[in-house]
Antibody, heavy 118, light 110 residues
Framework: EVQLLESGGGLVQPGGSLRLSCAAS????????MTWVRQAPGAGLEWVST????????YYADSVKGRFTISRDNSKNTLFLQMNSLRRDDTAVYYC???????????WGQGTLVTVSS | QSALTQPASVSGSPGQSITISCAGT?????????VSWYQQRPGKVPTLKIF???KRPSGVSYRFSGSRSGNTASLTISGLQPEDEGDYYC??????????FGTGTWVTVL
């Protein structure tokens, strides 16, 4: 069974940092593009970042560019999101998602909540 | 990176058909065949309903269909059922190498 399990969320003060992880199982992780999507409380989905299979190519939303870094460890089947200079509007549930074909996602994790507050 | 435009809400009675629109530009919806649709029930994870504009993933009901005219994509749900209630989001690849979701549409089954 294909599974994604996020971890690393929590409460952090504005300006702080967090590192999210997404443990993948049930598929050949290194063969798939992976993505982070977030959803603020009561709000819609927002694409955050995508990384290609080898990790050589990465893409970011303007709202996080320069502050967040996506990476992966294909030997450990794990996706990461390093979040620095966190702001209150980064508060959201962060989902990792596995690419199905072209920039669409059939498998999502359950999400991890990040709360940025003093 | 402004979101794609969807109606805030759409409603229909059981058995009816409804259509949700997703308006973009020639740099996203109208320029690439990478439009997808997701359903999200309250408190749940999004589920993929349509990808590549018109394709259905394995296991998704034939009642869900996708289309596009110009820079606007559409999701049609035919034979509306109570379990179809929820938020629906479109998504598209953009020419700048990013992705964008729509503003979301709440579907009510009357």
């Amino acid at each position: 069974e294909v599974q994604l399990l996020e971890s690393g969320g929590g409460l952090v003060q504005p300006g702080g940092s967090l590192r999210l992880s997404c443990a993948a199982s049930g598929f050949t992780f290194g063969n798939y593009i992976m993505t982070w999507v977030r959803q603020a409380p009561g709000a819609g989905l927002e694409w955050v970042s995508t990384i290609r299979e080898s990790g050589a190519d990465t893409y970011y939303a303007d709202s996080v560019k320069g502050r967040f870094t996506i990476s992966r460890d294909n030997s450990k089947n794990t996706l990461f999101l390093q979040m620095n200079s966190l702001r209150r509007d980064d508060t959201a549930v962060y989902y990792c998602a596995k690419d199905h074909s072209n920039w669409n996602y059939e498998t999502w994790g359950q999400g991890t909540l990040v709360t940025v507050s003093s | 990176q402004s979101a794609l435009t969807q109606p805030a809400s759409v409603s229909g009675s059981p058995g009816q058909s409804i259509t949700i629109s997703c308006a973009g530009t020639s740099s996203d919806v109208g320029g690439y065949d990478y439009v997808s649709w997701y359903q999200q029930r309250p408190g749940k994870v999004p589920t993929l309903k349509i990808f590549d504009v018109i394709k259905r993933p394995s296991g998704v009901s034939y009642r869900f269909s996708g289309s596009r005219s110009g820079n606007t994509a559409s999701l049609t749900i035919s034979g509306l059922q109570p379990e179809d209630e929820g938020d629906y989001y479109c998504s598209s690849y953009r020419s700048d190498g990013t992705q964008v979701f729509g503003t979301g549409t709440w579907v009510t089954v009357l």
